[in-house]
């Protein structure tokens, strides 16, 4: 009963690296999206996926990129990471045409920058 | 455009008082509302949810009644335990197909045993 997987866990990086986290899940939803978790700022949404195929723009976008692989798939790369995208990462999908859908999310992907 | 209020915490109580968490959103139409929880190292889980007014979503003691007049959907719990510490977020979900969640910023429960 998987659910939403993220890896990895825990990442360190330095100021410039590059890297990609990775999301599945097996619940056949249509949409997935990645949140950025900060103190004090509660969820904030970084971009989504409607549909197999389709990626839009959340309320923080910059210095992220995604990649919509397949239905299961959704990947969130850091091109250049700055100290500043030190968060706690999650993913979640929601299934369904009907706006009483919940998300379901991931346990998150913690990340810091030196 | 929509948007979601609930108290800032932290909140702290004794083990077996009573429990209210106080939600109010803006939002056109009538949404469906969420409440999300979040233990320690883990992402949000699903705690209970009202699609239509006077709706009252209920799960593991906890309950929300959905209030149109007063744009409102308190959580309620009347005898919390120390297991019940945690982050909880009001969320609501608008109508149209496309939409996404709006969450709260979140409040930090602590009960003490």
């Known amino acids: 009963n998987a659910g939403v997987t993220q890896t990895p866990k825990f990442q360190v990086l330095k100021t410039g690296q590059s890297m990609t986290l990775q999301c599945a899940q097996d619940?056949?939803?249509?949409?997935m999206y990645w949140y950025r978790q900060d103190p004090g700022m509660g969820l904030r949404l970084i971009y989504y996926?409607?549909?197999?195929?389709?990626?839009d723009k959340g309320e923080v976008p910059n210095g992220y990129n995604v990649s919509r692989l397949n239905k299961r798939e959704f990947s969130l790369r850091l091109e250049s990471a700055a100290p500043s995208q030190t968060s706690v990462y999650f993913c979640?999908?929601?299934?369904?045409?009907?706006?009483?859908?919940?998300?379901?999310f991931g346990d998150g992907t913690r990340l810091s920058i030196l | 455009g929509d948007s979601v209020t609930q108290m800032e915490g932290p909140v702290t109580l004794s083990e077996e008082a009573f429990l209210t968490i106080n939600c109010t959103y803006t939002?056109?139409?009538?949404?469906?509302l969420f409440w999300y929880v979040q233990y320690p190292g883990e992402g949000l889980q699903l705690l209970l949810k009202?699609?239509?007014?006077?709706d009252k979503g209920s799960n593991k003691g906890f309950e929300a009644t959905y209030r149109k007049e007063t744009t409102s959907f308190h959580l309620e719990k009347g005898s919390v335990q120390v297991s019940d510490s945690a982050v909880y977020f009001c969320?609501?979900?608008?109508?149209?197909?496309?939409?996404?969640?709006?969450f709260g910023k979140g409040t930090r429960l602590h009960i003490l045993p």
């Open positions: 979640a999908s929601s299934g369904g045409q009907t706006s009483n859908q919940p998300q379901h």
């Open positions: 969320a609501l979900r608008g109508l149209n197909r496309d939409d996404k969640i709006i």
């Open positions: 996926s409607a549909s197999e195929g389709t990626t």
């Open positions: 939002a056109t139409g009538y949404p469906s």
């Open positions: 619940m056949n939803h249509n949409s």
């Open positions: 009202a699609t239509k007014a006077d």
